[in-house]
């Protein structure tokens, strides 16, 4: 095993030029949600020009790769997204985006790049691999329903069946070389809903003959940030945001409706279950008590990512192997983003670890989705040695990960 982790090492830093190249001609060429024609065409030639089998067009604009060790075994999965913001890059580097308002100011770039480095590695070493390696280049993954839900619905998780799925994102407050992991929950469940609230119009000086939605609105406001802070335990973490309000025509006019958007954060299935059913309760009561009527509408997004506590504690272990002790970072929480990466996690157990792309002194410190993100591409290699190596201590060494 010492053996063929050194020459994981260095088939990854003789590849490593290649693999910022691939994130550079990926930086470039920027494609947003549902369009990544080109760049699953280029995806597809690398993975075939290193000798691999591929399916395009899956759920989209995914591609999946085999490859097939020698040996028999299980089957890991490793996931990259692929697409682009319509953000307009700053960046005055040569390998800044050449698409008008379009950008990976979310490192996605990083992930597919890094993704196709560790297919190269993985397939010059197949000759050791007992089992096989499902590669999965995601569309879509900013817009919802995202790629993932697609993908799945597609069959990406049959014929093999992955016993463990890992996946990436970059993370600029993390340093360069090194990860950063927990087991359990990851991110945060997204949902999104609609509020239209219906009054009755009439003259502004005559409120009595009229119903109000902009005052129902208000209180509508109010009332419901009262669920996070006095319905729902304090220990359990929840983010109800009314994102946009619109109503009313005139300054003189009392409006007769008022639409309301929003987005709801949680951690807890309990919590997410019960959130909008609090939510109804509290526009039903305050649009009925103001004699008001009102139209509801609340859609899942993203469930949280959990992180299997044994894959996760395999995946730790594997990064101190190949990169050192002090380049693993255990982290202690979550965020409130969300991820489609959950689609996976909720049917195989699954590891979603942060990799560290900050550098300080380099000036590479802003956050994804900013108009001049971009990451230390040390960073590159350090990922594809740790998805690289993984891989082989799924496979060689533990066979199936149990949930
Ligand atoms: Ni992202």
Not at 5 to 11: A, D, L
Not at 110 to 128: D, I, Q
Not at 194 to 214: E, N, W
Not at 382 to 402: C, D, F, P, Y
């Amino acid at each position: 095993m010492d053996r063929l982790k050194q020459r994981i090492i260095g088939i990854t830093e003789e590849l490593a030029g290649i693999v910022v190249k691939y994130r550079r001609e990926l930086h470039s060429h920027p494609e947003l949600s549902g369009m990544e024609k080109e760049t699953s065409a280029y995806v597809a030639a690398v993975l075939e020009s290193n000798g691999i089998e591929v399916r395009r067009n899956v759920g989209g604009y995914g591609v999946v790769g085999l490859i097939e060790g020698k040996g028999e075994g299980g089957t890991v999965a490793l996931r990259a997204d692929m697409d682009a913001l319509p953000l307009q890059d700053a960046k005055k580097s040569d390998y800044a985006s050449k698409v008008h308002k379009v950008m990976h100011s979310c490192g996605h770039d990083v992930h597919t790049a890094v993704l196709l480095g560790t297919a190269s590695v993985l397939s010059r070493t197949k000759e050791y691999l007992h089992g096989t390696v499902k590669l999965i280049f995601q569309p879509s993954e900013e817009r919802p329903p995202g790629g993932a839900k697609s993908m799945i619905e597609e069959g990406v998780l049959e014929m093999p069946v992955p016993s463990a799925i890992v996946a990436l994102h970059v993370f600029p407050d993390l340093p360069a070389g090194t990860i950063g992991c927990k087991p359990g929950m990851m991110t945060a469940s997204s949902d999104r809903f609609s509020v239209v609230l219906y009054g009755r119009s009439g003259h502004g000086a005559k409120p009595h003959q009229t119903i109000d939605a902009v005052l129902v609105a208000a209180k509508v406001i109010t009332t419901l940030q009262h669920i996070v802070s006095r319905r729902i335990d304090p220990i359990r973490p929840a983010v109800i945001t009314i994102g946009t309000i619109s109503g009313g025509t005139a300054e003189n006019i009392v409006a007769d409706r008022v639409e309301l958007t929003g987005t709801v954060r949680s951690l807890d299935t309990s919590v997410r279950e019960e959130l909008p059913r609090l939510m109804e309760q509290v526009i039903k009561g305050i649009t009925l008590a103001m004699g008001a009527e009102y139209e509801f509408s609340f859609a899942r997004g993203n469930p949280s990512v959990v992180n299997d506590p044994k894959l996760t504690s395999l995946l730790m272990e594997s990064g101190k192997e190949i990169l050192g002790r002090d380049r693993v970072v255990e982290i202690t929480e979550p965020t409130m983003g969300g991820e489609d990466f959950a689609f996976y996690a909720e049917r195989v157990p699954a590891c979603f670890f942060r990799l560290g792309t900050g550098n300080p002194e380099k000036g590479i410190i802003y956050p994804l989705h900013h108009r001049h993100f971009d990451i230390d591409e040390g960073a590159i290699p350090v990922g594809v040695k740790v998805l690289a190596w993984t891989t082989v201590r799924i496979l060689n060494m533990s066979g199936r990960v149990e949930r």
